[in-house]
């Protein structure tokens, strides 16, 4: 944050909750670069899968054959619901088995790490300047952001995740030979010319790494950009809060904005929330059925 002596302005606000608490102590030099670990993202995107693990376990401990609970029930009702998605968009029952656990274990891991959008923003990371200060260490670089699905090292891993899933289904599923040919004859098909076919097998080549790429980068793209958007107005939302000068016009205004503003949004970020877990376990069944396709 700013300096001892004067409270942090609104760039200096946002900036600081922007930066991570990574292995540079800071901001990262450049945009690329992979000996950077961000240990708040993998701090609680860890917690949050455990998190996850724990609630599915408790559920499955806790079932019975009887009247269920409301636990009980929400959690049938979740497995339910990706367990009717799987079966509509993979045929084989073998790999349902281990795809539909699979997609219930990124919906519900997605949806907790996306929560933590509803947490007050300062809480966490103040908890976490005092531990920090109290460890010998200067509060005002005491880095926290608790939303992992904000950071985009932490989507787009997700989604390669995905994609190296999708290449084993696609070798498993068609076989080594098969992929291969798929990849060098689809879309555009082949020819009997020889030269023709070098042709259309290095342009259909082509054509299967950028769909592979486009899919893996959108796919982590789209979870970052809404959550990274919903952080952002949660922050700007909270500095109108803090914008309090007075008993005067323009604070009172500024805080019933405040108010007004972050009740509505925390509503509409409840629908964000669910939805994009949603699209990116559907995503995930989706791209997973089409390894089990062949052109």
């Known amino acids: 944050m700013s300096a001892e002596g004067h409270a942090p302005t609104a760039g200096e606000y946002i900036q600081h909750h922007l930066t991570y608490f990574n292995s540079v102590g800071g901001k990262q030099a450049s945009l690329v670069d992979f000996s950077v670990i961000n240990y708040d993202t993998l701090f609680w995107s860890l917690a949050m899968g455990l998190l996850g693990l724990f609630l599915l376990w408790l559920g499955a401990r806790k079932a019975t054959a009887g009247v269920p609970g409301r636990f009980q029930a929400a959690v049938e009702l979740l497995v339910e619901m990706?367990?009717?998605?799987?079966?509509?968009?993979?045929?084989?029952?073998?790999?349902?088995?281990?795809?539909?656990?699979?997609?219930?274990?990124?919906?519900?891991?997605?949806?907790?790490?996306?929560?933590?959008?509803?947490?007050?923003?300062?809480?966490?990371?103040?908890?976490?300047?005092?531990?920090?200060?109290?460890?010998?260490?200067?509060?005002?670089?005491?880095?926290?952001?608790?939303?992992?699905?904000a950071d985009i090292n932490a989507t787009l891993g997700m989604s390669i995740a995905v994609l190296l899933i999708c290449l084993f289904?696609?070798?498993?599923?068609?076989?080594?030979?098969?992929?291969?040919?798929?990849?060098?004859?689809?879309?555009?098909?082949?020819?009997?010319?020889?030269?023709?076919?070098?042709?259309?097998?290095l342009v259909n080549f082509a054509m299967q790494l950028i769909e592979f790429a486009a899919k893996t980068i959108s796919h982590g793209m789209r979870l970052f950009g809404n959550m990274f958007a919903g952080e952002l107005i949660f922050m700007l939302i909270a500095l109108m809060g803090a914008a309090w000068t007075g008993a005067n016009a323009p604070s009172a205004l500024l805080f019933l904005g405040h108010f007004i503003a972050g009740f509505a949004w925390a509503l509409f970020h409840i629908l964000v929330v669910v939805l994009q877990a949603f699209i990116f376990m559907m995503l995930t069944l989706v791209y997973l059925g089409q390894a089990h396709e062949a052109h």
């Not at 498993?172 to 076919?197: D, Q, R, T, Y």
């Open 169 to 201: 289904y696609n070798i498993k599923i068609k076989g080594m030979g098969g992929w291969a040919h798929e990849l060098v004859c689809a879309p555009f098909g082949s020819s009997k010319n020889p030269v023709l076919a070098v042709v259309l097998g």
């Open 82 to 149: 990706v367990g009717n998605q799987t079966a509509g968009l993979i045929h084989n029952e073998q790999s349902r088995r281990v795809i539909a656990p699979l997609g219930l274990t990124v919906f519900v891991w997605v949806f907790l790490m996306n929560a933590m959008d509803f947490l007050p923003l300062d809480v966490i990371p103040n908890a976490w300047a005092a531990i920090y200060g109290g460890m010998g260490h200067d509060p005002h670089h005491a880095y926290m952001r608790v939303v992992p699905t």
